[in-house]
């Protein structure tokens, strides 16, 4: 049988180890102080950015589009600083046309 401080511990172990691993990138400014939607598109616009999807997400924005080198992305912001919290760029197409040029290798062809 467990302490109860032991059990404590293992319980706060167990409730933290639960945690998905973009918690860190929530928001949490009061509502008052957002900045509008037409900002994130004005923000957006100035970085060469498009925006497939712009919508709320853990109390953030969250944009899905195209950055200036037209690589997708998602992005979250910061809704009353718009500062990026966290970007994730997609590199699907990249690695499909690595996988492919190595399918596509004979032997020998390494020089």
Same mark, same amino acid.
């Given at each position: 049988? #467990?302490? &109860?401080?032991?059990? =404590?511990?293992?319980?706060?172990?167990?409730?933290?180890? +639960?945690? &998905?691993?973009?918690?860190?990138?929530?928001?949490?400014? &009061?509502? /008052?102080?957002?900045?509008? !939607? =037409?900002?994130?598109?004005? #923000?957006?616009?100035?970085?060469?950015?498009?925006?497939? $999807?712009?919508?709320?997400?853990?109390?953030?924005?969250?944009?899905?589009?195209?950055?200036?080198?037209?690589?997708?992305? $998602?992005?979250?912001?910061?809704?009353?600083?718009? /500062?990026?919290?966290r970007m994730k760029h997609e590199h699907r197409e990249r690695e499909r046309? !690595? !996988?492919?040029?190595?399918? =596509?290798? $004979?032997? +020998?062809?390494? /020089?």
């Amino acid at each position: 049988m #467990l302490l &109860p401080a032991t059990r =404590s511990i293992a319980l706060a172990i167990l409730v933290l180890a +639960g945690q &998905p691993a973009w918690a860190g990138d929530d928001c949490d400014a &009061p509502p /008052e102080t957002w900045q509008p !939607r =037409s900002a994130v598109r004005a #923000l957006a616009e100035r970085k060469g950015w498009h925006i497939d $999807k712009l919508k709320i997400d853990d109390g953030c924005y969250e944009i899905k589009g195209r950055d200036a080198d037209d690589r997708r992305f $998602k992005a979250k912001l910061d809704p009353a600083t718009l /500062e990026v919290v966290r970007m994730k760029h997609e590199h699907r197409e990249r690695e499909r046309e !690595r !996988r492919h040029e190595r399918i =596509s290798a $004979k032997p +020998g062809d390494h /020089e």
